[in-house]
């Protein structure tokens, strides 16, 4: 995600501090853009090992205090590490062994490393451990990745960051990573839950590009209370509450714990939920107490409670069960004892009916009153396994003259748009 490659070498900085305070503003946008924030331009800096900075307004050192400080649009570049940011003020403090310790960023802070980028309303680098403590409002992301939260914290090691949500906020993190062709399935017409839904600033952001059209995009975005990013193993770990979507495919995922594994081109190779576990794929739903990846995804391993439901076809339990991936393959063949197996079979009309907003619009055309269907926004988006259960969540909803009137209508609607 967002490294600083060791420790940060600020002794000699500060040596040379008021010579390096150049007077005059450096621009800086007030705002990053998911994907490509606006460059901030480095002060010249000549000296490998100097911390380089300038501001528009004052300047100083306490010697006696251990203290140095810079007001007014303060830009610095530590050369050695390619290590640009930028803030409205700048504190730095000195230990008793007069080494520079500690640089205090505040106000409108922004920095970048290379293709990785991060602001926020204050940051913290420590000299002795190598950290750079990123928080309030913060906002960090790469080439392919997004994160917002607020508290960041990028560790010694250049690959590792531990990301916080805030007390009434989740994280919110998007990977624009690839997968194969042969494992692509429909994109869904539902919604998740209202309470587990993404903010906004998620449901907006695209997936990567298609390279060479062999791979095409798989949009994964996650809201959690707690991150661990260890690019270097291409690990991922969420905590607290996590949903993850991969858009693409259709993929909603709940759990107590998510860890995903990456591959270098990018690819989703492995998942790994724990608590309370459910994956919901285009007409299937999964669940059980853990739920692993294997095969590089092919194949999903259902532990503890397991459950399997192919709306419309099967309701299979037991204390484990494999299935595949791709939804349209259904169950594997497990030659490990599993306990009692659970299985019904469905009969009769059960083709799942799904009322999104495309065939509300459809409606609308057809002449149903706009009172009418706002009665139904409450469903739309969900997924009913047949016309049954469909009517009875719609005729509550409605007057007896609508029911009379529209009832068939609307079921006949939400079956077609199923059956696309």
């Known amino acids: 995600m967002f490294s600083v490659k060791s420790k940060v070498a600020l002794a000699a900085a500060f040596n040379v501090l008021l010579g390096s305070v150049v007077m005059g503003s450096v621009g800086w946008a007030d705002t990053l853009a998911p994907v490509i924030p ?3 331009s480095p002060p010249d800096c000549p000296e490998y090992d100097s911390l380089c900075l300038q501001a528009d307004r004052s300047g ?12 007014g649009n303060v830009v610095g570049f530590l050369k050695r590490h390619d290590l640009v940011f930028k803030a409205q003020s700048l504190k730095a403090f000195r230990n008793d062994n007069d080494e520079w310790v500690r ?14 980028w991060a602001t926020a309303d ?55 990573a690839r997968s194969a062709p042969a494992n692509r399935e429909s994109a869904p017409t539902e919604s998740a839950p209202t309470e587990s839904v993404p903010t906004e600033s998620a449901r907006n952001m695209t997936g990567a590009e298609d390279v060479n059209g062999e791979t095409f995009p798989d949009t994964i975005l996650v809201t959690a209370r707690h991150a661990i990013i260890d690019n270097a193993a291409g690990l991922a770990r969420y905590e607290g509450n996590v949903f993850m979507r ?3 495919m259709g993929w909603r995922v709940w759990g107590d714990m998510i860890e995903l594994t990456f591959s270098e081109d990018q690819r989703l190779t492995d998942i790994h939920v724990v608590g309370g576990a459910r994956i919901e794929q285009p ?10 990846s294997q095969n590089e995804m092919e194949i999903l391993l259902l532990i503890g409670n397991a459950h399997a439901r192919q709306i419309g076809q099967f309701d299979i339990k037991s204390d484990r069960i494999e299935v595949y991936a791709d939804a349209e393959r ?7 004892q599993q306990g009692t197996l659970r299985l019904t079979l469905n009969f009769g009309d059960v083709t799942p009916h799904i009322l999104d907003t495309s065939n509300v619009d459809l409606l609308r055309d057809q002449g149903l009153p706009a009172g009418t269907l706002t009665k139904l926004d409450a469903i739309v988006g969900q997924t009913f396994e047949g016309r049954s259960a469909f009517i009875e969540a719609v005729r ?23 059956a696309k």
């Open 103 to 116: 640089l205090e960023l505040d106000r409108e802070v922004g920095v970048q490393q290379l293709e990785r």
């Open 60 to 71: 100083g050192v306490d010697l006696k205090a251990g203290t140095a400080y810079l007001e």
């Open 283 to 292: 007409n299937r739903i999964l669940s059980g107490d853990e739920v692993v």
């Open 330 to 336: 259904g169950l594997v063949q497990s030659k490990d």
């Open 38 to 40: 606006p460059a901030i």
């Open 396 to 418: 509550p909803r409605l007057s007896a003259a609508e029911a009379e009137r529209f009832l068939d209508t609307i079921a006949a609607a939400a079956r077609k748009q199923a």
């Open 246 to 248: 991969r858009v693409e």
């Open 122 to 176: 204050h940051a913290v680098v420590e000299n002795d451990t190598g950290r750079v403590e990123l928080y309030g409002r913060v906002k960090m992301g790469e080439e392919s990745a997004y994160i917002e939260g607020e508290k960041i914290v990028i560790e010694q090691d250049p690959e590792r960051s531990i990301i916080d949500g805030g007390p009434t906020k989740p994280l919110l993190m998007r990977y624009a």
